[in-house]
Each structure stands twice: as structure tokens, then as C-alpha cells.
């Protein structure tokens, strides 16, 4: 019985699913020779992240299929319904990597409040020449602590963005079109807690009274968060996206930084991923990742456990 990890798996589910008697493979197959790997090694578990995408063609060609599994929580890079509709199992791991997004989240808002993301491109070239001068540019940084964060998308990785944020003293805005309140339980080392209710704001709200902004909703057909919704927004409100590519107008959000609409941005995905536009990656006020919002060592082995615990049920 073999499994195609063809994104990669972590060692803790190499080890769960081989001692389950499955071989793994973990040779990253290049999308048209997928067909014919799948087929000529009789692959019946297809594990991919984001990379690889599995569409209706590449589950009718591959009739070994029984399982596709998705290391992570969007499935837009899989045609779930079809696959479903032929019997194949369709699985992923929605909880495994939230904390970890969350975390990463917060990275780009304390790197924008503090200009991070400026002074560590300038720092090695000028700092040695220009120390005074960097050190009175980025000298007038803010906190997050008593700032409103939004959040836009209220799932798993959005709760998770608002644990943290109240953690640190900020007041939390959320919307989400599929949900009217929810409950958040904040716990703390010692194993106590403390649960915060959340009656959900309509978008607009959300952005006009937020002084930060993070996107938490899968892939749309179009921009969340175009010319329009940023106008909406605070002068000087910064924007993070850690969820998907396409999420944000990037053209409008260049215009918006250039012309100070807009103080910072955090982007961990990106519109044309992977070759992100030059625009985005040269402009001096956003803060860039490269879709590392899950790739904490702690997260894959989650992930990696989930999904061999899975597919271990399913086949057995």
C-alpha cells in the first residue's frame, strides 16, 4: 500500500503510517508526471499541502486513488466534491497548523508597529554609516497593546489570531458571513482560562473601526479587499494576510501604501504565487513571508500525525 506525499510529510507520520505497513514515498513528483507516477507505482494515498493541485482530470486518470489528503486547512488546490462524488476519500487537517498561522500573524503586526521589516533590509547596508539617522526614522513605532485588531474570517486560525490578541491587550472586531457569534477560550500555562463572546460585525464595520486588519477566509472568485474596502479603512491602518493569494487587490494595495492610505502590510501569500509580483516584493512598507504560515516544526508533526491516524482508519 503506497502513499504519495508528494509536498512532503513530517518524519513523526512516515513513521506512524510505516509502522501501519505502508510504504511512503516522498519523491516531489512535478504536476504533469503525476499521472504516470501515480499510475505506475499503484500510489492509493495522494498527500499534498498547497504545491500540488488535484484536479478532475488527475482523479479520472488515476483510478488507484483511494484517499487524497490535504496537509493543512484549504482545499480550493483539490476538486473535493468531484473526488467525493467518485467515492474517494477526501481528508485534511483543519486544527494542526492554526496556532502556528496565528503566531506568524503576529509576527508581521509586531514587525509593521516596529518598522522590522524596513530595518533589517537597511540595518546591514547603512547601519554601520547611517546609525543616527535609521535610528530617528524608525523611532516612532507604536504598540499593539490598547489598538483594535479585525479579523475577517472567524474559523480556527482566526480564533486563534484573537487568543493572542486579547493575550496582549488589544480589543478584538471579528466577521464571518457563515457564523453569528462565537466563544473564545483563552487558557494560560498554568491551566487556567478566561472565554470572551463574540457577537460577529458586518465587514464594514469591521473595517472602519479597526486599526489593523487580518484576513482569515479561504479563496474567493474575487478581491475581499479591494480599492473600495480600503478606503473604508482607518488612515494609517495596517492589513496582514496570512490566509490565501488574490485575497487583496496588491495594486491597489501598493497604491494604498505608497500614497501613506495605508502604513504597513504583512503578506505571507500572494496573487501570483509563486512568483510574486516585483511591486509587492521591492515595495519598502510590506512586511514578506514566503506561505510559511504552517511550517512550524510543531505543526507538521501535528499534521503529519492527523493525517497518518486518518488514513489508517480509512484503509484498515
Known amino acids: 500500500m503506497k502513499v504519495l506525499a508528494n509536498d512532503g510529510i513530517s518524519q513523526t507520520g512516515i513513521d506512524a503510517l510505516e509502522q501501519a505497513g505502508f510504504e511512503v514515498i516522498t519523491t516531489k513528483v512535478a504536476q504533469e508526471q503525476l499521472e504516470n507516477f501515480i499510475n505506475t507505482n499503484q500510489v492509493i494515498v495522494l498527500l499534498v499541502r498547497s504545491a500540488t493541485k488535484v484536479r478532475k482530470e ?97 474559523g480556527r486560525i482566526g480564533q486563534e489570531v484573537a487568543k493572542i490578541a486579547l493575550g496582549v491587550g488589544m480589543k478584538v472586531l471579528a466577521s464571518d458571513k457563515y457564523m453569528d457569534t462565537a466563544t473564545v477560550k483563552v487558557p494560560f500555562y498554568n491551566g487556567e482560562s478566561i472565554s470572551f463572546d463574540f457577537k460577529m460585525q458586518p465587514m464594514v464595520t469591521v473595517l472602519k473601526e479597526s486599526d489593523f486588519i487580518s484576513l482569515h477566509v479561504p479563496a474567493q472568485q474575487g478581491y475581499i479587499i479591494g480599492k473600495n474596502e480600503i478606503a473604508l479603512m482607518k488612515d494609517g491602518a495596517g ?44 515595495n519598502h512598507k510590506i512586511s514578506l513571508s514566503p506561505h510559511i504560515g504552517a511550517a512550524t516544526i510543531e505543526a507538521q508533526n501535528r499534521i503529519g500525525t492527523e493525517l497518518a491516524t486518518q488514513i489508517i482508519s480509512i484503509i484498515k
Do not use: Q, W
Not at 502556528?100 to 533590509?121: K, M, T
Not at 487587490?249 to 516585483?278: R, Y
Open 58 to 154: 488527475l482523479i479520472d486518470a488515476c483510478p488507484t486513488i483511494k484517499i487524497i489528503g490535504r496537509g493543512g486547512v484549504g482545499m480550493d488546490n483539490i476538486d473535493v466534491d468531484y473526488a467525493r462524488s467518485k467515492g474517494i476519500h477526501v481528508i485534511n487537517t483543519p486544527a494542526a497548523s492554526s496556532a502556528s498561522v496565528a503566531e506568524l500573524v503576529f509576527g508581521h503586526l509586531y514587525g509593521g508597529v516596529r518598522f522590522l521589516y524596513d530595518a533589517n533590509r537597511n540595518m546591514p547596508l547603512e547601519g554601520e554609516t547611517r546609525f543616527k539617522e535609521l535610528k530617528k526614522s524608525y523611532g516612532a513605532g507604536s504598540e499593539l497593546r490598547g489598538k483594535t485588531l479585525g479579523i475577517i474570517g472567524f
Open 239 to 282: 492589513i496582514i494576510n496570512a490566509a490565501r493569494g488574490g485575497l487583496i487587490d496588491e495594486v491597489a494595495l501598493v497604491d494604498a501604501l505608497d500614497n501613506n492610505k495605508l502604513s504597513f502590510a504583512g503578506l505571507d501569500t500572494f496573487e501570483n504565487e509563486p512568483t510574486p509580483a516585483i511591486k509587492v516584493l521591492m
